[in-house]
């Protein structure tokens, strides 16, 4: 079982940054591949970035972010980050972190909601001059 706690977030001015964390309980943490995603109103979720688990050392953005956000982890902390660089309005949403569903998982491509459990509460962001 884990337990993810999102963090970070805020009102920020267009060209602005922030940086998410994510931060976990469980033993087998690093065992997992984690996501992040958002939902904006009115809008489905959808997969931000995913990583890998350290020994592949792979990452995968969704389009709309590729060259302004970063993903990292750091499993000795149990925390995922997502460094968020020259925000847009239209990356206003809430944002959430997850875990894949199952272990030893690869980070291939976009990260699909439906692959991935244990979300947390979120944190919103707000990109608004």
């Known amino acids: 079982q884990e337990k993810l706690v999102e963090s970070g977030g805020g009102l920020v001015q267009p060209g602005d940054s922030l940086r998410l964390s994510c931060t976990g309980t469980?033993?087998?943490?690093?065992?997992?591949?984690m996501g992040w995603f958002r939902q904006a109103p009115g809008k489905e979720r959808e997969g931000v970035s995913c990583i890998s688990l350290s020994m592949y050392n792979t990452q995968h953005y969704s389009d709309s972010v590729k060259g302004r956000f970063t993903i990292s982890r750091d499993n000795a902390k149990k925390v995922v980050y997502l460094e968020m660089n020259n925000l847009k309005p239209e990356d206003t949403a809430m944002y959430y972190c997850?875990?894949?569903?199952?272990?030893?998982?690869?980070?291939?491509?976009?990260?699909?909601?439906?692959?991935?459990?244990?979300w947390g509460q979120g944190t919103q962001v707000t990109v608004s001059s």
């Open positions: 469980g033993s087998m943490f690093g065992d997992f591949v």
């Open positions: 997850a875990q894949q569903r199952w272990a030893y998982g690869r980070c291939e491509d976009v990260p699909q909601p439906d692959e991935y459990h244990f």
